[in-house]
């Protein structure tokens, strides 16, 4: 089986201690995914990501291996219990490289949607739309300070 | 985009599947034709091909007395901008993501 799969790297000035934080820590998840996150760090545990707009989306922890890695299943149903089927995976890989850290993420799952996976693409992109608006709101604040 | 993307990507989640998009892409090829080039039977590639056709990934091109597939990209294309769109949208939260972790 090949995997589709969207995958991005960052580099980032901080150890990786700080940037396992910004990827768990639920009031730091909130500055760049969704506006409402509740999680806890147990392999297994289901948890929540709220957008104003469109819901919330239930996930849950699949790999927890600090500060190295972190994985979660994100239903794109609202309300809806993730499974294989109607969610994708998402997973976090962290690296020291070049006195920083080497952030990777992968997203896959697509191909195994059974409904609508057009849609459910929508709902990311329109997820997206809100968090640009976030992003500018923080940005704003940094100039302010 | 109108059409449904769940088919397509079923449809690409075999390497079998890529495989005859790949051969199939550079040229238009009978399933017997794809049978000797694939160490696959000609049964599991009319399969493939029925699967990859449903998707509208390829077409029937009837050619004298044998069929031939050819690749249609417009399909391709569709799924490729749906990944990069999702793409985009990681590219913009990994990079917020940075901001937050160089603060703390």
């Known amino acids: ?145 | 985009m109108t059409e449904k993307l769940t088919p397509v990507f079923a449809a690409l989640a075999d390497e079998t599947r890529w495989d005859i998009l790949r051969r199939l892409g550079s040229r238009e090829l009978s399933a017997s034709a794809l049978a000797t080039e694939l160490p696959v039977t000609r049964q599991a590639i009319a399969k493939h091909l029925a699967v990859l056709t449903d998707a509208g990934l390829v077409e029937a091109v009837p050619t004298g007395r044998e069929i031939r597939y050819r690749a249609l990209g417009a399909r391709l294309s569709g799924v490729a901008a749906e990944l990069d769109r999702i793409g985009s949208a990681w590219d913009d939260r990994l990079g917020r993501i940075r901001a937050i972790a160089e603060r703390l």
């Not at chain 1, 239930?58 to 600090?66: A, G, N, Q, Y």
């Not at chain 1, 990777?104 to 195994?112: A, N, Q, S, Y």
């Not at chain 1, 996976?117 to 968090?131: K, Y």
């Open chain 1, 1 to 145: 089986m090949s995997e589709l799969l969207v995958t991005r790297t960052v580099h980032i000035n901080a150890h990786r201690s700080a940037v396992w934080d910004a990827i768990t820590v639920p009031e730091l998840i909130t500055e760049w995914f969704g506006n409402t996150a509740d999680l806890e760090l147990t392999i297994g545990a289901p948890g929540r990501l709220g957008w104003d707009d469109f819901g919330e989306f239930r996930i849950v922890i699949e790999e927890i291996d600090e500060p190295n890695v972190f994985a979660f299943r994100w239903a794109r149903e609202k309300d809806t219990d993730p499974r294989p089927g109607n969610s994708t995976l998402v997973r976090f890989r962290l690296a020291d490289k070049d006195g920083g850290t080497e952030l990777t993420v992968r997203e896959t799952g697509w191909e195994e949607f059974e409904g609508d996976v057009e849609a459910a693409m929508q709902d990311n992109t329109g997820g997206w739309i809100s968090e640009l608006d976030e992003l500018v709101a923080f940005l704003d604040k940094q100039d302010s300070v």
